[in-house]
């Protein structure tokens, strides 16, 4: 591995940028250009950009950063209900408040690594999950989820105007955060967020994470303190899925706790593996391909499939529907399974493996030092 | 005399029934190389573990430049002055090999905790300076951008005395800086202790070739048992019956 250049940095920074600003255009062609999904693209890239900081550096697997996601949702609905509709200090107080409970829960889980680490992140992301629906429910509204209402106080917008009728939306000074509008503003958050990214992961700061990761016995008798390495990393994941929630909320202004579930928990984990764990635009490549094929496959009914198949002999075309049908629809969480698996077994490194592996078939492989001398080696012999 | 750097006071570590080490006692020079030989088994191995801090003795004093050590973070003592190159290479496998003398470059500078995430590490020209002239100075500066769990096991650990060296250590500890290397590679490793030595680090070297420990150490004590039964300088050891008996088997040297 190489030190890269700010130069380097700077151009990847540039592509990555136009490449998230065309999507609504690039993405059209392939059934996915519509509003909802890019925001999905974007809110789920941001969650995954964030967690890969905590398991791509430092290798510690946590099953708990949905809990995170739903401090952010929560907090982020509460301002619009309390202060303002206005969607930064929402996202402010969001990303605040997740980075605090991170804090918190890292503290005590990061006493522990590997399975129990992960162990006990599961079970704080599950405890908070079942408060949302017991002890915390005047806070979260329990089952029904938390919304917006007419009659929520709304401090500061009630201050500098009368309150229009029928329920508002978040704004950014004016600009409704849905369609189009809530894309891009998703959108340029998740560009700024992979540039700290980047800048996390091109520091020291994340040079000694990766070391942590790679041999934590050595950075302790090199003069180490671990323990706070892995606190920041763990809080900044955390503050990202907080950043994540909130824009959940921000596109659509309701918060409820089955966004706390361990599966919500497991799907990042999957989308980081899937693109590649520890490479900086893996995760996102694991976002997109995931809630791509979710959207694809899960609006998939034995309807469509007869339509697809309707170039096949009747018999042929019954046959193939009922092979393919559990996996799609509802059964779509099995072709998911199903690719996870192949990913696993073959591209270890993910979809970033892949592609550089594909690099390498096309790149000129340089000459083995080795066989050089091997070969050199018997001339010489023949020759004496 | 001058003034003595570590200083071991009747240390006693027992695992079960086992004594591991019993009542030791050593006192380093500062300055000097000095040689722990002794028959497996005898202690060496723990003597060290206890004076970087990754094992608690039963009882006993371990004090470093005047400063008892026990109870303190193995971070702490690292900082204090003390670095370990291990038995069983400790490198990081998945960095490259300037990475990896880098990171120990980081700690002396910044200490055990920096939250510098938005500097960049291409700015860090010194570092890198640095840290490629110790990599030339070990023979491993072409291999800088490769990944060190490729190294070889002789390699791997020249890269370890590297990192150790980088930090400019008060006290450099080496177990076993040699084993398991070709004889080529072992002339290589001497040469570079030869070097160290003339900078005036004061190093305590664990070893079994005795063309090592004869070919670089001022100072040779004996572990047996958990315990020291002599020391001397390389003159004195070499003639001592006692030694001979217990760790060379009565063989000559």
Known sequence: MTIPSFKKDMFVMLIFSAVILTMPMWLKPLGAGYPDLLQKFAIFGIFAVGYNILFGLTGYLSFGHAAFLGVGSYTAVWSFKLLTMNVLPAILFSVVLAGIVAAIIGFISLRRSGIYFSILTLAFAQMFYNMAYSVLTPVTNGETGLQLARTDPRIIDNLLSEAGAGLPSPTLFGIHMSGYSGFYFCAVILII????????????????????????????????????????????????????????????????????????????????????????????????????????????????????????????????????????????????????????????GGVMEGLGKIKNLFRKRPPDPLAKTLVEGQRQEEKG | MSHIILEIDNVQKSFGGLKALHNLNLQVEEGKVHAIIGPNGAGKSTMLNVCIGRLA??????????????????????????????????????????????IPAFARREGSFRFNMFSNLCSEKEVMDEASHILHDIGLNEQESDHAGSLSRGDKRRLELAMCLIQHPKLLLLDEPTAGMARHDTNRTIELLKKIKETGMTKVIIEHDMHVVFSVADHISVLAQGTIIASGTPDEIRGNPKVQEAYLGGAHL
């Not at chain 1, 302790?220 to 824009?247: D, E, H, Q, W």
Request: proline share 5%.
């Open chain 2, 57 to 102: 003795p039963d009882s006993g004093v371990v004090t470093f430049n005047g400063e008892n050590v026990l109870g303190k973070q193995p971070h702490e003592i690292n900082q204090a002055g003390i670095s370990r190159v291990f038995q069983t290479p400790e490198i990081f496998p998945d960095l490259s090999l300037i990475q990896n003398v880098m």
């Open chain 1, 193 to 348: 967020a992979f540039f700290i990214s980047q800048r996390i992961f091109h520091s020291p700061f994340g040079m000694k994470l990766q070391a942590i990761k790679s041999n934590q016995t050595r950075m302790k008798y090199t003069g180490y303190n671990t323990r706070p390495y892995l606190l920041s990393a763990f809080v900044i994941s955390g503050m990202y899925a907080g950043l994540a929630g909130a824009l959940m909320a921000v596109t659509d202004p309701l918060a409820g706790a089955e966004r706390m579930q361990w599966t919500a928990s497991g799907e990042v984990v999957l989308m980081t593996i899937l693109g590649g764990v520890g490479t900086l635009i893996g995760p996102l490549l694991g976002v997109t391909i995931i809630k791509y094929f979710e959207n694809i496959f899960s609006a998939l009914n034995e309807q469509a499939l007869l339509a697809a198949y309707s170039f096949m002999p009747d018999w042929l075309a019954k046959m193939m529907v009922t092979i393919t049908s559990p996996f799609v629809g509802e059964g779509w969480h099995l072709t998911l399974g199903a690719l996870f698996v192949i990913i696993v077994v073959f591209l270890p």
